[in-house]
Every structure is written in structure tokens, then in C-alpha cells.
């Protein structure tokens, strides 16, 4: 009697395990799913996956009792020193070069503590710049361009393909105009320094999913097909 018990506890714990296997199985990464089968669904998928992790969506910020905040840490905490949009900096370019707008530079600002590069140890600021874009320095986007850590892969690609959210500093196209957007958005994410920085972002932060090619990549893809929407 002893042995049919244990016969039977243990097929029933084998069965939990079979299930908890298949059910993590079915729930499987954005990232792996685009590279076991890249095409224009799996790369916005991943695109989602990356815009949504802290590395990105921290400094697009959250909306805290009607002011834009940026947030830190893979939990999205307030950041410290309580800074928002007030401390942004804004910027426009002349001569292919950035420069920060007249008269929009606060006594404490994003440049403050964020400068060309990571502080050398955990929690220290982190930072980025490059040759790519001259004069393009930490600063947070609009608030048109918050990030929620639960926003639908719909609603991003929505946002996207809308002109009026997809950015502050030029026109970057829209589903009318894919030529623009393809020029604008695949610009934006192979040279801006910000998003570079997701996938070395120092000491102590984990990364982005994936590398930087592949999601410049997986960008590529998707619009090459049309830039698909989930449904």
C-alpha cells in the first residue's frame, strides 16, 4: 500500500512539473520568438519587448499627479532629487548639429548629473554621447512619448505611426508617409547615443534585451514589411 502511494504521489508531481514546463514554454520570450522566426509580427514584438524594459522606458517617464517624471531602477522607482519634465532639457539642431534651445536651460537639469558617459560605479548617473549626433545629450522626450510599463503592443505601434507622439524634435513620418518614417525612426535607433546607451548602460543595470543591431534590425524588418500592428 506504501509503494502504490508513493507510485502515485510521484506521477502526480511529475504531472505538475510536465504542466509548469509547457506552460512556461508557451510563454516564451519576445526576443527568442523574433529570432527562432524573424518576420515583420516577431520583430515588432521585440521592438515592444525593448521600448517597454527600464533601460527605455525610465526616461520616457510616467505621469505622476499631472507632472511628466522620469523614473530609475528595473522597478521604476521616482527618481531621486525630485526631478520631471521642469529639468529637461530641450534641444534643436542647427548646422546638423544639436544645440540646446534659448532660454530652456534650468539651474538643475538632466546635464547635471548625465554626461558623456557612465559613472564608473553602481549608482552612480549613468551617461552617453556620440560622434553620430553631435551635440545630442541626455534629455528626457516629451510626454507625448511616455512609455507605460503596460502599454499594449497596439497602442505603441499606434503611437509610432502617429506624428504627433513619435517625436518633438523633427517630423518622422507616419503610416501616410513611410518614406519619412523608414529615414527618421531607423536613423533614430542606429545613431541616437540614449538608445545605443540601452545596451551599455554601466555598472549595476541590466541591459536591453538582445543587442543594438539586432534591434536596428528587427526595426528595419518590420518596416520593410509594412510596419504590421498587432491586433
Known sequence: MMVSLFTLTWRYLLAILSVFVVSNTAFSDA??????????????????????????????????GGVHRPTVGDERRPHPMNISSANNLRLTVENHHFVQ?????????????????NGASPGMPPGAANDLMPGFVWHMPPPTMIVPADISPT???ANW???AKNSFLAFRGSRDDMKTFEKEFVHHVSDDPLIRWAWNPGPGRSPAPGTHQEFVTAMQLWIDQDAPCPN
Open 161 to 163: 505611426l502617429d506624428p
Open 155 to 157: 497602442q505603441l505601434c
Open 101 to 117: 534651445v534659448p532660454n530652456s536651460t534650468q539651474p538643475v537639469n538632466c546635464r547635471s548629473c548625465h554626461q558623456n558617459k
Open 31 to 64: 526576443y527568442q520568438d523574433y529570432k527562432a522566426s524573424p518576420n515583420g509580427e516577431t520583430a515588432f514584438e521585440y521592438l515592444h519587448q525593448v521600448a517597454t524594459h527600464p533601460r527605455c522606458s525610465n526616461c520616457h517617464g510616467v505621469m505622476d
